[in-house]
Nanobody, 122 residues
Framework: QVQLVESGGGLVQAGGSLSLSCKAS????????MGWFRRAPGKEREFVAA???????MYADSVKGRFTISRDNAKNTGYLRMNSLNAEDTAVYYC????????????????WGQGTQVTVSS
């Protein structure tokens, strides 16, 4: 049974930082492309960042230069480091995994975590 479990969310002041983790079980992250998405209140789920099984990365324009996606194959865990947070980053953040291709499209991903809340106070 595949499980992705996010952690690390919380309340942070604008300008602060948070690191999210996505612990995988039932699959090896080294063989999957992993993505982070978020859903803000009243908005559609949107792409944040993705990392391929080979380490290539891509980011949404809104987070480029502030967020960093990474992966530790030995720990079977993905990460999202978020710096210079602002109120627009407030959302539930989800990690996802796929063997298809690294993508900005949620439907590409077959496995999802339950999400972790990030709230940025201004």
């Amino acid at each position: 049974q595949v499980q992705l479990v996010e952690s690390g969310g919380g309340l942070v002041q604008a300008g602060g930082s948070l690191s999210l983790s996505c612990k995988a079980s039932g699959l090896a992250v080294s063989a999957y492309h992993m993505g982070w998405f978020r859903r803000a209140p009243g908005k559609e789920r949107e792409f944040v960042a993705a990392i391929s099984w080979s380490g290539d990365t891509m980011y949404a324009d809104s987070v480029k230069g502030r967020f960093t996606i990474s992966r530790d194959n030995a720990k079977n865990t993905g990460y999202l480091r978020m710096n210079s947070l602002n109120a627009e980053d407030t959302a539930v953040y989800y990690c996802a995994a796929t063997r298809n291709s690294m993508s900005r499209v949620p439907a590409t991903y077959g496995y999802w975590g339950q999400g972790t809340q990030v709230t940025v106070s201004s």
